[in-house]
């Protein structure tokens, strides 16, 4: 059983960065899929970017493109957040998955994950 754990969210001007940090516990996450979610009040939960390929190839939504940044470090998974626009505004969920892919975009479905953290509440506002 994989436990995941965020942290990172708050308030940030529009324009501003934010790093979120999720750490993992039960597993390694060296094998897994991984993933960043978002979800804003009455939406949907959407894959924001992922890394699901076993030669570490990043993905991402591309309204997110050239501004977010995943990373990962052993058993901890970074979402690096320059330029936030009042848009990204949502509690972001990390996850994880037991089967790797080539198909990149699978990693920004929900259903591709087995586990997931609780959220952190990211809000960009002036």
């Known amino acids: 059983q994989v436990q995941l754990v965020e942290s990172g969210g708050g308030l940030v001007q529009p324009g501003g960065s934010l790093r979120l940090s999720c750490v993992a516990s039960?597993?390694?996450?060296?094998?897994?899929?991984i993933g960043w979610f978002r979800q804003a009040p009455g939406k949907e939960r959407e894959g924001v970017s992922c890394?699901?390929?076993?030669?570490?190839t990043p993905y991402y939504l591309d309204s997110v493109k050239g501004r977010f940044t995943i990373s990962r470090d052993k058993n901890m998974v970074y979402l690096q957040m320059n330029n936030l626009e009042p848009e990204d505004t949502a509690v972001y969920y990390c996850?994880?998955?037991?089967?790797?892919?080539?198909?990149?975009?699978?990693?920004?479905?929900?259903?591709?994950?087995?586990?997931w953290g609780r959220g952190t509440q990211v809000t960009v506002s002036s």
């Open positions: 890394i699901v390929s076993s030669d570490g």
């Open positions: 039960g597993a390694t996450l060296e094998f897994y899929s």
């Open positions: 996850a994880a998955g037991g089967t790797l892919t080539t198909n990149l975009p699978l990693g920004l479905m929900k259903g591709w994950y087995d586990y």
